[in-house]
């Protein structure tokens, strides 16, 4: 579909027309038409405008501007998330010693393997729950990843403080960080509504 194209009939339907039948609904198909698209923000401004000229469809506007907006909210998240798994990766790598430690990666990986089986056993449990099996052991892996992953990465981060007592609370901090972002992303790109679970 031409978005753009879309738009410029409803809008020309609305000034050549305003009083039709067909007018009724023109602001919630344009605002629909954007954000079937993904252009969340284009839709936000469509229903916003239609919020404005539009008194009787209100409520409907209101609720598509609702999800416009937490769409563009769940990106930005996302965005975040990257951002903020990019930097601690790139610190751990460059912080004295230099690179990762081969033996955090093993436990790491076998932290992934035994937290995966774990998930996977728990979640079959609830497999109703999801969209298909696969679903469940994207999602099984994914967490077990972001769970076990952040171990040798925290570490690092960690082993530039002197103070050995200071280590522990600063690697708890990381890898709590690095395995939010990492549940989020996992959440985000295998089933984004999943997140209204959690109010995202």
Not at 94 to 105: E, F, M, Q, T
Not at 166 to 191: E, H, K
Request: glycine share 10%; hydrophobic share 50%; with cysteine.
């Amino acid at each position: 579909m031409d978005t753009d194209r879309a738009e410029k009939l409803y809008r020309d339907l609305l000034k050549k027309y305003p009083e039709s039948l067909f007018s009724r609904n023109a602001w919630l198909e344009m605002g629909e038409a954007w954000y079937d698209a993904g252009e969340y923000g284009k839709a936000a401004d469509i229903f916003q405008e239609g919020l404005a000229t539009d008194s009787a469809n209100s409520d409907e506007i209101r609720t598509q501007l609702g999800r416009a907006t937490r769409n563009i909210r769940r990106e930005l998240l996302a965005m975040v998330s990257w951002c903020t798994i990019g930097v601690i990766i790139l610190f751990a790598i460059a912080v004295p010693p230099i690179g990762l430690r081969s033996g955090n990666w093993r436990t790491s990986i076998f932290a992934t393997i035994v937290a995966g089986l774990a998930i996977v056993s728990g979640g079959w449990l609830i497999h109703e729950q999801f969209d298909s099996n696969m679903e469940l052991f994207i999602f099984a892996l994914g967490f077990a990843a972001a769970a076990g992953m952040g171990l040798p990465l925290s570490t690092n981060v960690a082993g530039f403080i002197g103070n050995r007592h200071a280590r522990l609370p600063v690697q708890i901090v990381f890898g709590l960080v690095l395995m939010t972002a990492g549940f989020y992303l996992i959440t985000y790109y295998t089933n984004v509504h999943y997140l209204t679970a959690v109010g995202l």
